[in-house]
């Protein structure tokens, strides 16, 4: 028996350790715990490329090349580096003397200033630039880093009234970057998948973004931000297992390219947590925040932090939760490694003492009197839970008959009025929600009944956690109030919100709400719910 109940604690906790992890996410953790090495080669990487700039008698376009090669290293790994060599490459295109290198490389500037939420800066750089000194490609470019300005603006603005604004304008230069005649790059390419999805053809959009991401490898940024962009627009059509697909393709490739300015993984983090695989949302969006800090961006972490508290409360929730389950199993353990190491004690002294027999005859009599109390107490427990069954089976099938009841009456009266052809009676009486409210009241009356003969001062132990200003009695001939219903479930282990709605036939807001009013009432906010568990 011991031994069994052992084995159950031991495979609880390590299914709850485990968590909800599949197989499709075993590639991305992999990577995960190779960013330190990816980052590393990164670095020498950029130290061998940098070690070119020593190299004597440069001339001034040799050196704009190898800074322009070091800004796109640094473009999407670390923000202060390529502002570094953003500017190195404005200082040596205008020692060149080149307009459409100085255009270039300003181009290059606004860019790091964008992605790292520095959208003032951004914004007068580019109003100060002469478009006139712009070929076709740099007129494309500079139009995307508009688009680009004004979409992450909107982003940052989201919830405000200068969002839509924002949106407007970015949609405004994703127009004119669809006029470019250049047509094989990826702004051109994003910016027509934008325009067909907005304008209700999602399909072909997919197509397009698709056929164009044959032609990147899984390790560079552009595969990152196309799969991101094919994730956006399977999540718009409803597919959840495409959406999560890209997404994770996304993350990977933002790994494996070492792009710190990433936004994949938070929005695969938040899914995540949506879906309920909690651990893993809470790993992912650590992460993101690590990579978001190593970059130096504000936006990032300005996201990052408005699903960073709802992730953590979850998190720790379970993270205590199983700690709870460790300290019972290494309880379990304990008395069992203390109840062998007893009994190997007294045989070896059965063996070297035989003639004392008795005397250790009348301890394990003890012992054995004692483990017989623990099994008539378990036995007990047994037996007060299946009467609890036994209660909420036999009000189910009151329930169910009566309903059953309830509906084959009303299925007469309608075919009698069918079958007397007075119809408007029968709509009437199809509109009629009567039924409904009926069995809805039965419902919560059985529910209340079955649940308050097994715990009758359930409402009494309830308030002695709430402070005195904030206690629940029950009006008129409810048994138990909503609030209560929701504490009952909670009491019988059911803790998920959506299921508490489901059984209760409430909102999810309602139910989320109920439960931070009851939170706030109580004398002990974090440990109230426990408290409740503990009830009876």
């Known amino acids: 028996m011991m031994r069994k109940l052992f084995l159950l604690l031991l495979l609880a906790v390590l299914h709850a350790s485990v968590g909800t992890a599949g197989n499709e996410y075993d590639e991305l953790d992999h990577l995960i715990g190779q960013r330190s090495a990816i980052t590393d080669k990164k670095l020498l990487q950029i130290r061998d490329i940098r070690q070119r700039l020593s190299t004597p008698y440069l001339t001034d376009k040799q050196r704009y090349k190898i800074c322009m090669q070091l800004y796109e290293e640094y473009e999407a790994f670390r923000f202060d580096s390529a502002l570094v060599y953003a500017n190195r490459t404005i200082m040596y295109a205008k020692r060149v003397g080149d307009p459409k290198w100085i255009a270039e490389a300003q181009l290059k500037k606004v860019h790091v200033y964008t992605l790292a939420a520095l959208f003032l800066e951004s914004r007068e750089l580019l109003d100060s630039m002469n478009t006139a000194d712009l070929d076709d490609r740099l007129r494309q470019d500079y139009d995307k880093e508009w688009y680009l300005l004004m979409m992450f603006m909107a982003e940052f603005t989201d919830g405000t009234q200068m969002h839509t604004y924002y949106d407007k304008q970015a949609d405004y230069y994703n127009a004119l970057i669809l006029k470019s005649r250049y047509r094989d790059t990826r702004a051109y390419i994003m910016a027509k998948a934008k325009d067909l999805s907005e304008r209700g053809n999602t399909g072909k959009a997919i197509a397009i973004l698709k056929e164009y991401l044959q032609k990147w490898q899984r390790h560079e940024h552009d595969y990152a931000m196309i799969t991101s962009e094919l994730a956006r627009l399977y999540g718009k059509v409803g597919n959840t297992d495409r959406q999560y697909f890209y997404l994770i393709e996304s993350a990977m490739a933002d790994i494996r390219s070492s792009a710190k300015e990433n936004n994949s993984l938070r929005l695969l983090a938040t899914l995540l947590f949506e879906k309920g695989d909690v ?258």
């Open 279 to 536: 651990r893993r949302a809470y790993m992912y969006l650590n992460i993101s925040i690590e990579d978001a800090n190593f970059y130096g961006t504000h936006l990032r972490n300005s996201q990052n932090s408005r699903i960073l508290p709802r992730i953590l409360s979850v998190y720790l929730v379970q993270k205590r939760a199983q700690r709870m389950r460790i300290t019972m199993l290494l309880a379990v353990v304990s008395l069992v490694a203390i109840a062998l190491v007893v009994a190997v004690f007294f045989i070896l002294k059965l063996l070297k003492r035989y003639r004392k027999m008795n005397k250790q005859v009348v301890v394990m009599n003890q012992q054995l009197n004692e483990a017989v109390e623990n099994l008539r107490k378990m036995n007990a427990q047994i037996s007060e839970t299946n009467s609890i069954k036994e209660e909420y089976i036999a009000r189910f099938l009151e329930l169910a008959s009566n309903f059953i009841d309830l509906v084959d009456e009303r299925r007469k009266v309608y075919n009698r009025l069918a079958r007397e052809k007075r119809m408007e009676e029968l709509y009437a009486e199809l509109k009629n929600s009567d039924l409904i409210q009926t069995a809805t009241r039965h419902y919560y009356i059985n529910f209340d009944t079955a649940f308050l003969n097994i715990y009758p001062n359930f409402v009494t132990e309830v308030n002695r956690l709430l402070r005195p200003d904030g206690q629940i009695e029950p009006k008129g001939d409810e048994r138990l109030t909503t609030e209560l219903r929701i504490l009952a479930l909670i009491r019988l282990g059911i803790t998920d919100n959506a299921r508490i709605s489901s059984i209760l036939r409430a909102s999810l807001t309602t139910i989320y709400t109920y439960r931070s009013k009851l939170k706030a009432r109580a004398i002990d906010h974090d440990g109230f719910e426990h408290a409740v568990k503990k009830i009876g």
